[in-house]
């Protein structure tokens, strides 16, 4: 069956491929993102990014009643937001947490996601291949 999957990125991921490319690779999020639309012709993949918290909240109101999953990187407000943490909470579609680098394996303050439990799943570490994963699951659930 043919899903629209909804991608969120948080703060700090616009910069995807013009700043440190040692943690987070050399890609701009706009060339993976053609290259998954290409690789996964059947599924509608819509994509959204916001350096505002409250933006973030409301995407995920807008969209959490009507896509069939939806993918976020909170970025650093994964570590912070109780908001987002009950937005999740508070709508119907699953979401998957996803990260760039292996946020266990950083500073300390990396370690907790306030979001991880009210998220179907968390893939963390795989580069921007964590959000292949991330579409993948959510295609075959
Ligand atoms: O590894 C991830 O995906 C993170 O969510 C990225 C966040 C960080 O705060 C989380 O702890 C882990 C930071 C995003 C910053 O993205 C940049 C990308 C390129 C250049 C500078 C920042």
Known sequence: MAKRIVIINGPNLNLLGKREPEIYGHQTFDDFAMMLKKEFPEHTIEIFQSNVEGEIIN?????????????????????TSVAIADAIVAIPSPVVEVHISNIHSREPYRHNSLLAANCKGVIAGFGLNSYRLALIALINS
Not at 67 to 76: L, R, T, W, Y
Request: hydrophobic share 40%; glycine share 20%.
């Open 59 to 79: 995407l995920l109101h807008n969209q959490g009643f009507k896509a069939d999953g939806i993918i976020i990187n909170a970025g650093g407000y994964t570590h």
